[in-house]
């Protein structure tokens, strides 16, 4: 017997440090629960005066756990800030084959601003 469950949202994202040089990079850290089966956590840029939402990182995909039905994932990605990033907003959510072609609005849960350092 298989159970299907809806991914989550994120219970935490993370950006360190906040403040950048150029060039410098950003530690992203994104948990959350990614429901089952097949669920992974992506990260996304929006970059300043912009509506385009830019997919930056996805994390491999969970298997199916009959033990606790869903998991638990922890990811941490280094990117890498350029100058056309300055103030750029950095976002954090999870889907799985249940909730992948909802709204993207609805799957984010934190947002993050990074800002450029003279």
């Given at each position: 017997?298989?159970?299907?469950?809806?991914a989550t949202?994120?219970?935490?994202?993370?950006?360190?440090?906040?403040?950048?040089?150029?060039n410098q990079?950003?530690?992203l850290s994104?948990?959350?629960?990614?429901?089952?089966?097949?669920?992974?956590?992506?990260?996304?840029?929006?970059?300043?005066?912009?509506?385009?939402?830019?997919?930056?990182?996805?994390?491999?995909?969970?298997?199916?756990?009959?033990?606790?039905?869903?998991?638990?994932?922890?990811?941490?990605?280094?990117?890498?800030?350029?100058?056309?990033?300055?103030?750029?907003?950095?976002?954090?959510?999870?889907?799985?084959?249940?909730?992948?072609?909802?709204?993207?609005?609805?799957?984010?849960?934190?947002?993050?601003?990074?800002?450029?350092?003279?």
């Amino acid at each position: 017997m298989y159970l299907f469950i809806t991914a989550t949202q994120p219970t935490d994202f993370t950006v360190f440090p906040n403040d950048i040089k150029e060039n410098q990079s950003l530690t992203l850290s994104c948990s959350a629960d990614v429901g089952a089966p097949n669920g992974n956590i992506k990260i996304w840029k929006l970059a300043n005066n912009s509506n385009v939402t830019e997919l930056i990182f996805t994390s491999n995909t969970s298997e199916y756990n009959a033990e606790n039905c869903t998991k638990f994932v922890n990811v941490t990605f280094n990117y890498t800030v350029a100058r056309e990033e300055d103030v750029a907003l950095l976002r954090c959510s999870s889907q799985n084959v249940l909730n992948k072609e909802q709204d993207q609005a609805w799957i984010y849960r934190y947002q993050r601003k990074v800002r450029l350092l003279s």
